[in-house]
């Protein structure tokens, strides 16, 4: 079983950083990560993560 997170911020200016950190706090192991608008609907990332999780995972 692993822990899985995602972090996204909407603009290459912001810093995905304390999302991060937030995750490893609670013990997320395998991150995945992100910089695109809240408009875009196509999130290659989120997608992955998807792709990547298994049943027993969290």
């Known amino acids: ?3 899985i997170g995602y972090a996204r911020v909407s603009t290459r200016d912001q ?3 304390r999302q ?3 995750l490893h706090d609670a ?3 395998k991150i995945f990560q992100e910089k695109l608008s809240g408009k875009n609907a196509d999130r290659p990332q989120l ?3 998807l ?4 049943d027993d995972d969290e």
């Not at 792709?51 to 298994?54: A, H, K, L, N, S």
Request: proline share 5%; glycine share 6%; no cysteine.
């Open 1 to 3: 079983m692993s822990k």
């Open 15 to 17: 810093n995905p950083a």
């Open 47 to 49: 997608k992955a993560m």
């Open 27 to 29: 013990g997320v192991n």
């Open 20 to 22: 991060i950190e937030q």
């Open 51 to 54: 792709d990547y999780i298994r």
